[in-house]
């Protein structure tokens, strides 16, 4: 029996998260460097009081991993802005239990759910690093007049007529054998978001891996034991992601009534929130191997042929913040 593509990396994903110590086998932006979760701490901050300081204010991390971006967010803002610190409460969207509790050590006194549904309504700032990537896709191949979808069977691929509904209304007509994917839980999570910052004061940066521009192709990769693994081999022993599609992801997000800034390179925005002088004064701070460490690290984070350029950051806020912090007018 074939499983479609997006049951298939639901199904694998949820195994992994439950199973595995994700940060085994990839490293994240808030783990190379404690500097990337206090700027995005202190982001929100800005943010909160160009929205006028309402309170109180939901801080939402959507897939906090180990916690460790939202912990240096805290201090960060804990330091910078103990008005913004009183007024927030912090919510937490993670499904894995293994992960809940690594997060539990490090931001005691969050409140969890499963998915942004259940997140009380409000003002609210939402970070997310590396979530959405993770989501379930769909790909389509191009078969004679018409799609066909990408179903997974004994450990390969299928192709099934595809339902023509599936197929959103602004794809061209690409050459026989085309992929295209569609994220359809990216997209709704966005929509769901975007429905809350415009009802209330808020805003939310997303910082994830993939292309500025729309594209087709298909980007299913998998991580094991910190290497690249067939997706399909064996689902659950293996991270599987694709890449984020942020021009789909600012447009749904626009049609929801919010404003959108960006796609940026993430490199860019973190530039212009203060990476280097923040990892600087830190590391004067520090004995010396420590402090190369922590340059080290804003490198990797910031510069183009490293992190910088394939990592974007996309910022979404309710229609009143004509201008976002790290975002060029
Ligand atoms: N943001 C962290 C972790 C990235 S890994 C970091 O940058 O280090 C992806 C995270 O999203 C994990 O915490 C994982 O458990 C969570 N996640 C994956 N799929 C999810 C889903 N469908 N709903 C909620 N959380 C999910």
Redesign the pocket.
Known sequence: MSERLDAFM?RA??AY?ARHD??ADF?????ISQVFGEIMGLWAAVCWQMLGSPAPVLLV??????G??MADALRAIGRTMPAFRAALQVHL????PR?RAA?AERVPGATWH??LDSVPAGPVLLI????L????IRQFVRRGDGWAERHVEDGQFVERPADPDGIPAHWSTPPEGTIREHAP?ALAFVDGLAARLVAAPGAALI?DYGPAEDLPGDSLQAIANGKPTDPLIAPGEA?LTAHVPFAALAACARTAGARVHGPEPQGMVLARLGLFQRSNRLARSLPPAQASAIMEAARRLGEPDRMGRLFKMLAITHPSLTQCPGFEA
């Not at 991390?61 to 180990?66: D, I, L, S, V």
């Not at 990537?133 to 379930?136: N, R, V, Y």
């Open positions: 639901a994903n949820a998260y994700p940060f490293t994240t932006a808030p783990e991390e959507a897939g906090p991993g180990r460790t971006l969207i993670e499904t894995s992960l997060q499963d998915a997310a690093n590396e979530f990537d993770a989501l379930p839980a910082a991270d």
